[in-house]
């Protein structure tokens, strides 16, 4: 099983961007999505999540500015990033819980894209 996210790159503020991660592998099916990011200096935040019900949450400083969805059949979860801010510059990480076709559930991390916000 692995996760693919893409989507980062350089933007100005107030730009938009939009994030993508693709599960694949011996997939039953795929539980909940998120993104979280992670600045240079600091510790991993949450950044937004949503579950197999289409039930989203946000952190704090993107609520408002960011949209999580989810497409099902092809097993992605997108992040819709608005009105960005310097702020938001980070490596951005799709992670999303998994049910195989055969073993337990566990959660899944992608590799990262970066998300970088110039002023």
């Known amino acids: 099983v692995q996760l693919q996210a893409s989507g980062g790159g350089l933007v100005q503020t107030g730009g938009s961007l939009r994030l993508s991660c693709a599960a694949s592998?011996?997939?039953?099916?795929?539980?909940?999505m998120g993104w979280f990011r992670q600045a240079p200096g600091k510790q991993r935040e949450f950044v937004a999540d949503i579950n197999i019900r289409g039930i989203t949450d946000y952190g704090k400083s993107v609520k408002g500015r960011f949209i999580i969805s989810r497409d099902d059949a092809k097993k992605m979860v997108y992040l819709q990033m608005n009105s960005l801010e310097p702020e938001d510059t980070a490596v951005y990480y799709c992670?999303?819980?998994?049910?195989?076709?055969?073993?337990?559930?566990?959660?899944?991390w992608g590799a990262g894209t970066q998300v970088t916000v110039s002023s």
């Open positions: 992670k999303a819980n998994i049910v195989p076709t055969r073993g337990l559930p566990m959660d899944h």
């Open positions: 592998g011996s997939i039953f099916s795929v539980r909940d």
